[in-house]
């Protein structure tokens, strides 16, 4: 039988605001001594209140609008009632049915355009470390038993959940989507998006169906009966290898008559395979109902627009522009565009060349520069455009030779070098590098290398 897969994106990013989403205690956690970065609010202990942080708001709206998502002007706050160790309230402040974003989308070099469904706020979780339990053991204590620990400085940490449709049917679009993800919020300032961190977590919803690939969009009523949830991988490559075994496994339960189980599941790494972690919710298990601590958040048209406005170049336009406006090929503006402290490193050296338009004595070509930073992997924090320039510059400074001095060289090596000289003669072109090559190490300067080699071909010629 021919089954496709259905793919759908869950990705959480976290924001680097100062404070945490409802209290005041420090967001930056990574790193810090476990429980130091609480309070009452974030710990969810009786009679504390939430107060929502305005600038996390605003950011989370800036990504809905960099995809390209309609922005709710009446939002609220909803509460996720589930219970696990890391969530000391026993329920997260979260959105339900009314999230700051929706129906936006991303479109991938191919074409495709993958519709975004939602992107809405929330409040991240505790981190739980799991100690296994060593056989070889013996002894009542915690530690030869295998335990738990929870750290609470990541509670309360503003955290955006940007939810796609199920228009992925293959691991390669994913990574891409995944990667153009990572590099918007970048771009904004936002978020580090550093998976090592945990800042970006990817949870690939996946499933099969019977038959080809379809170009339309799949309807609800055509989604498979049950998905698969492969929990907070952090790694692009992890996300391909999960969804190619989760390909596979389903496959075999299908083709022997089984449905797979619709549950959530981890990826181990070592092992190369998920496994299972519980049954997948539905949304009426979480009971959501609206936040009564929080009212209702209102945006006018006036305030959505002037959020529009902080938005800035995105890679994508970013990169049509170098293209037309630098004479780049899509391959190196692909490559500045990447990261927007490299691209905004281009720009700036190729400003200093020119003033009002005029080229100043450096005059160095965009196409050089570009080649400069590619070439020798600059990276802006280590180089200022200032420092760069003189550097091509002086690159390309040349001492004069002497006429006679130069021939005289070039008769030596030809003398010393009769193989190649034949060859040359016979047809072999690319040896005029070489003795070029020769020439040049013989000259022992820094002179006009087109004067050399047009020099050493007539020679050749005689």
Known sequence: MKYTPVIGLEVHVELKTKSKMFCGCSASYFGEKPNTHTCPVCL???GALPVANKTAIEWCILIALSLNCTI??????????????????????????????????????NGKRIRIRRVHMEEDTGKLSHFIKNEKSSGTDASKKGFSLIDFNRSGVPLVEIVTEAD?????????????????????????????????????????????????????????????????????KF????????????????????????????????????????????????????????PPIVHTKSE??????????????KQSRFENEYGLTPYDAEILTREKPLSDFFEETVGLQSIKGTH?????????IANVIINKKIDPSDITPQQLTAQIVSSKQTVAVDVNDLQKMIDEVIKENTKAVEEYKSGKETVIMFLLGQTMKKIGKKV???????????????
């Open 72 to 109: 709710n002007e009446f939002s609220k706050f909803d509460r996720k009632n589930y219970f696990y160790p890391d969530l000391s309230k026993g329920y997260q402040i979260s959105q339900y049915d009314l999230p700051f974003g929706e129906n936006g989308y991303i479109t991938l070099s």
């Open 44 to 46: 969810g202990l009786p």
């Open 448 to 462: 006009d290398t087109t004067l050399v080699k047009n020099t050493l071909i007539k020679s050749l010629k005689k």
């Open 168 to 236: 992925f049917d293959n691991a390669t679009d994913v990574k891409e989507y995944l990667e153009r993800l990572q590099q918007i919020v970048r771009y904004l300032s936002v978020s580090d998006a550093d998976m090592d961190k945990g800042e970006m977590r990817l949870e690939p919803n996946i499933s099969l169906r019977l038959g080809d690939k379809q170009t339309d969009y799949l309807e609800d009523t055509d989604l498979p009966k049950y998905k698969v949830e492969v929990k907070n991988i952090n790694s692009f």
């Open 360 to 368: 100043t004595p450096t005059g160095i070509d965009p196409k050089t």
């Open 304 to 317: 959505i627009s002037k959020l529009s406005s902080r938005v800035p170049e995105l890679p994508d336009k």
């Open 239 to 294: 996300v391909e290898k999960a969804i190619h075994f989760e390909v596979k496994r389903q496959v075999e339960l299908l083709e022997n008559g089984q449905t797979p189980a619709q549950e959530t599941r981890g990826w181990n790494e070592d092992k190369q395979k998920t496994f299972s972690q519980r049954s997948k919710e539905d949304a009426q298990d979480y009971r959501y109902f609206p936040e009564p601590d929080i």
